[in-house]
C-alpha cells in the first residue's frame, strides 16, 4: 500500500518544483526589469543571486534578448507605453504578462501602500484579491496603479501559540504562500518597492532574512538597497528608510542614527529634490496611538525635523496592525502621518483614549490596503478592506472621513 501511494504524494511535490513565478523588479521611463524562478526546494531558488535555471529567452514587445541570470533588464523602450511580454527556458513558456513604462512627465499617479502583510493566512490572501479587483479596476484608466510600496515586515515567522515558530523568510521557500503566490497576478505587471521591518531581519527574527529580502528584491537603484529613492513623472520623489535594528553581521544596532549614512544621505537629498511631492515611507511610526506599540518621535526626532523643514505633506508608515492618521498639527509639523500596517497582521485593541495625547485623529482596526491618487497638488488616500471601505472614527467615536485629502500649496505644486 505504502508503495502504490508514494508516487501519488509525490506528484503535487513535483508540479510545485515545476512552478516558476514571474515579477516585475523595477520599471522607469524607457526600461523594465524582470525575474523569475521558483519557491520550492532549499537554497536560493528565486531572485538576483539565483542559481540560473539556464539561458532564457524574454521577449519584451517586439524585442527579444537572452538572459544568462534569472532576470534581466531591457532597455530602449517608449515612455508611458504597455508592452506584452513572456519569459521562456527552452520550449517551455515560464512567464507571461503586460508592463507599462513611466511617464516622461506626469500630473497623476496612482499606487498602494501596505505593511506587515505576509503571515500566509486567509486574511492575507483575501486583501490580495481586493488588491486585484482594484488594479483591474483602474487597469485602462487615465490614472492606473504604476506600484505597490511595502511599509515593512514583508514577511512573517509562523506562528503557533501565539509563539513564531520558524519559516521567517530566510529561505526563499517561506516566500511561496506569504508574498509570491497571494501577489502573483499584481507582481506580474508592477514593481513593488519595499521598506524593511524588524521581522525582516535579526531585530525581531533570523539574520538570514535580511539577506533574502535583498536578494528578492529588485531596487530602483539597480543593486541591493536599505534605503533608495524613485521618481515618477516629475511629480513625486519617494523616499524608502529604513527604521530597523537589523543586521548583516553582529548584533542588532540602529541603522537610523542621526550620524548613520542614512541620515546623512537623507540630508543631502531631500532637501535637494524639486518634485512637488517628496514622500517619505518606512517603518516605524513617529505617531502612533497603539495598542501594542508607542510612537517613535524621540527616537526619530533628526528625520521628523528634517521633513518639517523640506516641504514634505505625507508620510506612510506600518509596524502597529491598524490604520491610524495624524493629526496636521503644530506637533506634527503640517504634515499628515499614515500608519497603514494592517496588510496581513491585525491588532484589534481600541485606542480612542490614546489618540489626542499622541497626536491621531483617525483610527480603525480592520485589514486593509491603502490606495493613494495624486492629481497636480492633490493627493487623496483611501483605505479599502476586503470587503469595501475602511470605516474609521475619530476619538470620540464618531465616524472620520476618508479618503483623505492632502493639498499642497500653491508655490510648492510649481516646485521650490
Avoid at 540602529?254 to 537623507?266: A, M, N, S, T, V
Avoid at 511610526?285 to 523643514?309: C, D, K, M, T, Y
Avoid at 465616524?399 to 493639498?407: A, D, G, N, R
Wanted: aromatic share 12%; charged share 25%.
Amino acid at each position: 500500500m505504502f508503495r502504490l501511494l508514494l508516487p501519488a504524494l509525490l506528484l503535487p511535490c513535483l508540479a510545485v518544483a515545476q512552478k516558476y513565478y514571474t515579477y516585475v523588479g523595477a520599471i522607469d521611463q524607457e526600461s523594465v526589469l524582470l525575474a523569475w524562478g521558483t519557491v520550492s526546494g532549499r537554497g536560493n531558488t528565486i531572485g538576483r543571486d539565483s542559481k540560473p535555471y539556464g539561458k532564457a529567452r524574454v521577449r519584451v514587445g517586439d524585442r527579444t534578448a537572452e538572459a544568462e541570470r534569472n532576470w534581466i533588464r531591457i532597455d530602449g523602450l517608449k515612455p508611458d507605453t504597455e508592452y506584452p511580454y513572456e519569459v521562456s527556458l527552452g520550449d517551455q513558456r515560464i512567464g507571461q504578462g503586460k508592463v507599462r513604462t513611466y511617464p516622461e512627465r506626469a500630473q497623476k499617479l496612482a499606487f498602494f501602500v501596505m505593511g506587515d502583510f505576509g503571515t500566509g493566512d486567509s486574511g492575507q490572501y483575501r486583501l490580495a484579491e481586493a488588491m486585484w479587483r482594484e488594479f483591474s479596476k483602474r487597469e485602462k484608466s487615465d490614472n492606473p496603479i504604476r506600484f505597490i510600496l511595502s511599509t515593512g515586515d514583508n514577511i512573517y515567522a509562523d506562528t503557533l501559540i501565539g509563539l513564531r515558530t520558524g519559516n521567517s523568510g530566510d529561505e526563499d521557500r517561506d516566500w511561496a504562500n506569504k508574498f509570491f503566490i497571494p501577489y502573483e497576478r499584481l507582481i506580474r505587471q508592477v514593481p513593488f518597492y519595499p521598506t524593511l521591518g524588524n521581522h525582516d531581519g535579526n531585530m525581531t527574527e533570523s539574520r538570514g532574512d535580511l539577506s533574502a529580502y535583498l536578494d528578492n528584491f529588485f531596487f530602483p537603484g539597480g543593486k541591493p538597497a536599505r534605503y533608495y529613492r524613485f521618481s515618477f513623472g516629475g511629480l513625486a520623489e519617494f523616499f524608502a528608510l529604513d527604521t530597523t535594528d537589523n543586521t548583516e553581521v553582529g548584533a542588532p544596532v540602529p541603522f537610523y542614527i542621526p550620524r548613520g549614512e542614512q541620515f546623512q544621505w537623507l540630508k543631502e537629498v531631500l532637501p535637494a529634490s524639486r518634485l512637488p511631492w517628496r514622500i517619505p515611507y518606512f517603518h516605524h511610526p513617529p505617531f502612533n496611538a497603539g495598542p501594542r506599540h508607542s510612537g517613535s518621535r524621540i527616537a526619530l526626532e533628526h528625520f521628523v525635523e528634517l521633513f518639517r523643514s523640506s516641504g514634505v505633506k505625507a508620510v506612510f508608515n506600518g509596524h502597529e496592525h491598524n490604520l491610524q492618521f495624524s493629526e496636521r498639527s503644530e506637533a506634527t509639523g503640517g504634515i499628515l502621518y499614515v500608519v497603514t500596517g494592517a496588510g496581513g497582521e491585525l491588532r484589534r485593541g481600541d485606542v480612542r483614549g490614546a489618540m489626542r495625547r499622541n497626536h491621531i485623529a483617525g483610527w480603525a482596526a480592520e485589514r486593509h490596503f491603502t490606495l493613494v491618487e495624486i492629481e497636480g497638488p492633490v493627493m487623496r488616500i483611501t483605505p479599502l478592506a476586503g470587503n469595501g471601505p475602511v470605516h474609521p472614527v475619530d476619538p470620540d467615536g464618531k465616524p472620520f472621513e476618508v479618503p483623505v485629502t492632502v493639498t499642497l500649496q500653491k508655490a510648492a505644486a510649481g516646485g521650490r
